[in-house]
């Protein structure tokens, strides 16, 4: 398979703990994103990575949040102290990164549970 | 600042129909345009784009969408609908001449397309 994957599929958590999520990208992909998708909204931009660099945050990425893409291939988003608030489906993509081949692929996201 | 709005919450059609999934945009500059699809606990699958070109542009199974820059809208469509056709529809759109943070997309809240036998 040679889409975007991620792990886990699924976390429950209680309130206060921290939790880590992986993504792997497609291989030759420069570009990272992590977006977040609550019920029933459209997913939203956290932020970005080209190659190793992050580019761009979301104000919604709040101080509790931190992403890493130390070797310019998977990444790993972490939230420290959980809240309930955080329970969504937090999904990673990957593109190329020139204009005409900036199609962003999403892999199956990790749906998080905050209890 | 870059937005979507998808009106329709769901679109019911009957399956052989044509079915149309509205999308409307705004931009600053000239926009990229995308339709993506997502299956229950799934994550989002690409269907089509409009980055240039012509305004009509074809994608994944039978889908197409046309670009209307003057209604600045964005609608898929596709001319005989199937029941397996059935999921949540999402439009996104990215600002072409936004230089400053790669390519970030701004996704509407999505249309539920049901095809009923």
């Known amino acids: 398979d040679t889409g975007v994957s991620q792990n886990p599929r699924h976390k429950i958590t209680k309130r206060g703990q921290n939790v880590t999520f992986r993504c792997d990208p497609i291989s030759e992909h420069n570009r990272l994103y992590w977006y977040r998708q609550t019920l029933g909204q459209g997913p939203e931009f956290l932020t970005y990575f080209q190659n190793e660099a992050q580019l761009e945050k979301s104000r919604l990425l709040s101080d509790r949040f931190s992403a890493e893409r130390p070797k310019g291939s998977f990444s790993t988003l972490e939230i420290q102290r959980t809240e309930q608030g955080d329970s969504a489906m937090y999904l990673c993509a990957s593109s190329l990164g020139t204009v005409l081949q900036e199609t962003q692929y999403f892999g199956p996201g990790t749906r998080l549970l905050v209890l | 600042a870059q937005s979507v709005a998808q009106p329709e919450d769901q679109v019911k059609v009957a399956e052989g129909n044509p079915l149309t999934v509205k999308c409307t945009y705004s931009?600053?500059?000239?926009?990229?345009l995308f339709w993506y699809v997502q299956y229950p606990n799934r994550g989002l699958q690409f269907l089509l784009k409009y980055i240039t070109g012509d305004n009509l542009v074809k994608g994944s199974y039978g889908f197409e969408a046309e670009f209307n820059k003057s209604q600045t809208s964005f609608h898929l469509k596709k001319p005989s609908a199937l029941v397996s056709d059935s999921a949540l529809y999402f439009c996104a759109v990215r600002d072409a001449s936004f230089t400053g943070g790669g390519n970030k997309l701004t996704f509407g809240t999505g249309t539920q397309l049901k095809v009923e036998l």
């Open positions: 931009v600053s500059g000239n926009p990229y």
